[in-house]
């Protein structure tokens, strides 16, 4: 169905059509309706891409600042993020990246003033609460898309998961395995990643009161650091039996444990190569997934909406957690060449 098509059908001229479709200029209500009337009856969808060329020559280029430097979480984010885009290229958008340590000030703050210089049109970031970087991103007053760690900034969506859900999953999952172990170490990232801590509250709610949580660690989303939380919390507590991770840093925290042989079980909440094998060999029990490739779409997605649309955007995006087992189908896997 073509545009000319319903004018016929409507019995009005193509740029009356035009005119209902975009709700540019003053149209009749009786011509209005008819138009409306065919649109309806014909399942007619604009070609919006096209129309979006047509309004207007201005590319649009989203700049996105994602904790990626050392967290494998958040190259899937990035592969999510960069496949859709090139899916809109034809609409005019594009990336600038800048990948950070998401809990490194001084970084987030510098990749800020460098997108600023490239003249971004919005800008996706996750990175830590904090008061400077918070101020410095109100200052763009541009579109901003929070994604897995929300910010207090001006933002139009925040896209990720239900951080106090996810924990609870993954107790509720250690309580039914908790022949492998009632003595549980927990390894989290920050206590300044909100959706970290509702992790973790999400968790001490819900596991059994005949599981001891011996110790709880931070990593900063960090593998190498992550790899020495786990070795100083087994030696330090040898009636340890499983650790749960409730952050990133996971694969450097998996690598310790496999020092341990079989002794030690893990359950974590990211997806990654290592907790793939991790499900494989029978070291990781279990994955709480927060299906980051999906995040990375949706970004993406909803800036088109919002910039190409013009359509009003609802102010979260949560994805539903799954749990993830050996035999799973895992829906993503990281790129090879992010």
Known sequence: MTIKEIAILAKTSRGTVDRVINNRGKVSKDVE???LDVIKETNYRPNEIGRSLSLSNKRIKVGVIIGAMFNPFFNLVLDGIINTADKYKNAGISVVVKKVDAFNRKAILKSIDQLQKEDIDSLIISAINDFEIVNKVNSLHIPVITISMDLDVEHICFVGCDYYNSGKLAANFANLVKGNGKNIGIVVGSSSHSGQALRVKGFKEIIDKDINIVDLKENRDDDSISFKVVKD???NHPEIEMIVFLGAGIDGGLQALKEYGNRIKAITVDQSNEVEKGLQTGLVLATITQHPYTQGVKTIEILYDY????????????LDNSIVLKESIIPHKLSENI
């Open 33 to 35: 309706k008819r138009v």
């Open 233 to 235: 919390m087994v030696e």
């Open 307 to 318: 910039l190409i649309r013009k359509k009003r955007v609802a102010k979260e995006r949560i």
